[in-house]
């Protein structure tokens, strides 16, 4: 059984649990890792992004016609370094990319909370860091959810041109197959996005999409989740589509579940499912709705994902290295395969 106050109990400990997301720019990973932020906190939980550690600035890598996704661009050596820092409870001085003007920023003093999410393009790139990370997640948006999700953080955020991010991410395309898509092997889940099957101004206009959750199987559990449905809410409260659907699906030979959510599911439905998680763990309060009527696909699987982790934290000072991560990089992959298009 888990602790009676496991917040508390991660507050204490001196294990500082490393979460990976991996996947291109603009693919959505900070979204997917929003349950564990907000179940935990800003005590408890920090983010570092791999952009920090480019090894060129934006005007350098012009002149070396490289991208940032070929990992001879990064300094891998440095973030392992401070990996292994942060992993000992010490303070590191963090590098800074700044996105604004392509160049980098002094360097600031960082402190390890006791989760850390470790976000960018190569989290699973090098043995080392994969040793590292105690969980790690790919997210594998459709090609055509991430165009409109670059362009539109790009433009809006980051004042660029429309042609240009589009010019870019052709550019950048061959070295995503060769050096980032590779990385979803080494992943304990995958998250992939496509608009939703009820339509695409439903994804644009509500944030409503299909979400597949790919998983590997877990050793051991504090218990079951109970995804029961309860057909009177259900029935009498939902006015909106949803489906679930479960799949098997193959990612580098290994079998994983799929588990799709689409459209959204009333609150009321979804609570019980939040209120289950709370149980099993004692970690609460899970409120992933803040009071809104309905949970998005999206959000149902950032709940599922937020309870694997969970787990995952549990067991890992009683089982620890049981992730392995030690297979070889791939060369030339050309996607994640889980579910190939």
């Given at each position: 059984?888990?602790?009676?106050?496991?917040?508390?109990?991660?507050?204490?400990?001196?294990?500082?649990?490393?979460?990976?997301?991996?996947?291109?720019?603009?693919?959505?990973?900070?979204?997917?890792?929003?349950?564990?932020?907000?179940?935990f906190?800003?005590?408890?939980?920090?983010?570092i992004?791999?952009?920090?550690?480019?090894?060129?600035?934006?005007r350098?890598?012009?002149?070396?016609?490289?991208?940032?996704?070929?990992?001879?661009a990064?300094?891998?050596?440095?973030?392992?370094?401070h990996?292994?820092?942060?992993?000992?409870?010490e303070?590191?001085?963090?590098p800074?990319?700044?996105?604004?003007?392509g160049?980098?920023?002094?360097?600031?003093?960082?402190?390890?909370?006791k989760?850390?999410?470790l976000?960018?393009?190569?989290?699973?790139?090098?043995?080392?860091?994969r040793?590292?990370?105690?969980?790690?997640?790919?997210?594998?948006?459709?090609?055509?959810?991430?165009?409109?999700?670059?362009i539109?953080?790009?433009?809006?955020?980051?004042?660029?041109?429309?042609?240009?991010?589009?010019?870019?991410?052709?550019?950048?395309?061959?070295?995503?197959?060769?050096?980032?898509?590779?990385?979803?092997?080494?992943?304990?889940?995958?998250?992939?996005?496509?608009?939703?099957?009820?339509?695409?101004?439903?994804?644009?206009?509500?944030?409503?999409?299909?979400?597949?959750?790919?998983?590997?199987?877990?050793?051991?559990?504090?218990?079951?989740?109970?995804?029961?449905?309860?057909?009177f809410?259900?029935?009498?409260?939902?006015?909106?589509?949803?489906?679930?659907?479960?799949?098997?699906?193959?990612?580098?030979?290994?079998?994983?579940?799929?588990?799709?959510?689409?459209?959204?599911?009333?609150?009321?439905?979804?609570?019980?499912?939040?209120?289950?998680?709370?149980?099993?763990?004692q970690?609460?309060?899970?409120?992933?709705?803040?009071?809104?009527?309905?949970?998005?696909?999206?959000?149902?699987?950032?709940?599922?994902?937020?309870?694997?982790i969970?787990?995952?934290r549990?067991?890992?000072?009683?089982?620890?290295?049981?992730?392995?991560?030690?297979?070889?990089?791939?060369?030339?992959?050309?996607?994640?395969?889980?579910?190939?298009?």
């Open positions: 059984m888990p602790p009676s106050d496991f917040k508390s109990v991660i507050a204490e400990s001196p294990y500082v649990f490393i979460i990976g997301v991996a996947g291109d720019s603009g693919s959505g990973k900070t979204t997917f890792t929003r349950a564990i932020r907000e179940i906190g800003g005590e408890l939980v920090s983010t992004t791999i952009d920090d550690y480019h090894r060129y600035d934006r350098e890598r012009k002149a070396l016609g490289i991208t940032p996704l070929v990992p001879e990064n300094r891998f050596d440095l973030l392992e370094e990996l292994l820092a942060l992993k000992a409870g303070t590191i001085e963090k800074v990319y700044n996105h604004d003007n160049q980098f920023d002094p360097p600031v003093p960082f402190s390890p909370t989760i850390l999410i976000e960018g393009l190569h989290p699973f790139v090098t043995g080392t860091l040793d590292l990370i105690d969980f790690k997640l790919y997210v594998d948006p459709d090609p055509d959810v991430k165009r409109a999700w670059k539109k953080r790009d433009v809006e955020k980051r004042g660029y041109a429309v042609d240009t991010v589009i010019k870019e991410m052709e550019v950048r395309k061959p070295d995503y197959e060769q050096y980032v898509a590779p990385q979803c092997l080494f992943a304990d889940a995958v998250i992939r996005i496509a608009f939703s099957k009820y339509g695409r101004e439903v994804s644009e206009e509500r944030n409503v999409y299909r979400v597949t959750l790919c998983q590997s199987r877990l050793e051991k559990s504090i218990g079951d989740v109970d995804l029961s449905i309860d057909l809410g259900l029935l009498s409260l939902s006015e909106r589509d949803f489906m679930v659907e479960f799949t098997t699906e193959d990612v580098g030979g290994e079998a994983m579940g799929a588990l799709t959510f689409d459209g959204e599911l009333n609150d009321t439905v979804a609570r019980k499912l939040e209120r289950n998680i709370e149980i099993q763990t970690v609460e309060p899970i409120d992933l709705s803040q009071g809104g009527d309905y949970l998005t696909a999206g959000d149902m699987a950032q709940l599922i994902l937020a309870w694997r969970i787990n995952r549990i067991f890992i000072e009683s089982a620890p290295g049981t992730d392995g991560g030690r297979k070889e990089m791939p060369g030339g992959s050309s996607g994640c395969g889980c579910g190939r298009r």
